[in-house]
């Protein structure tokens, strides 16, 4: 069983930057990928980011491309997902999951645990 925590969400302006982080514990950390994935009021849940098992590939939504980053310590078997100019239509809570294989995807059925959320709120 993994267990998955977030944190570094919270209340900020637009333009602003975020850090979010994702400790896992459980499983062996380094064998897995981790992905982010959001969801606004009254919206699905849709992927944002995903890293391999061995931090060397990463995956972004097109729709935030080029605003995110998102890292991989496996020695801290915490995953960092950082995000700059905030927009208001970031506004969601943010979950990271671990995936059932090393690759990353981002499809949310690939993903076999999820973490509780972080609440983000950007302010125009």
């Known amino acids: 069983q993994v267990q998955l925590v977030e944190s570094g969400g919270g209340l900020v302006q637009a333009v602003g930057s975020l850090r979010f982080s994702c400790a896992v514990s459980?499983?062996?950390?380094?064998?897995?990928?981790i992905g982010w994935f959001r969801q606004a009021p009254g919206k699905e849940r849709e992927f944002v980011a995903a890293i391999r098992y061995t931090g060397s590939i990463t995956y972004y939504a097109d729709s935030v491309k080029g605003r995110l980053t998102i890292s991989r310590d496996n020695a801290k078997n915490t995953v960092y997902l950082q995000i700059n100019s905030l927009k208001p239509e970031d506004t969601a809570v943010y979950y990271c999951?671990?995936?059932?294989?090393?690759?990353?995807?981002?499809?949310?059925?690939?993903?076999?645990?999820w973490g509780q959320g972080t609440q983000v709120t950007v302010s125009s």
């Open positions: 459980g499983r062996t950390f380094s064998s897995y990928a």
């Open positions: 999951g671990a995936a059932g294989s090393p690759y990353g995807s981002s499809w949310s059925n690939a993903y076999k645990s």
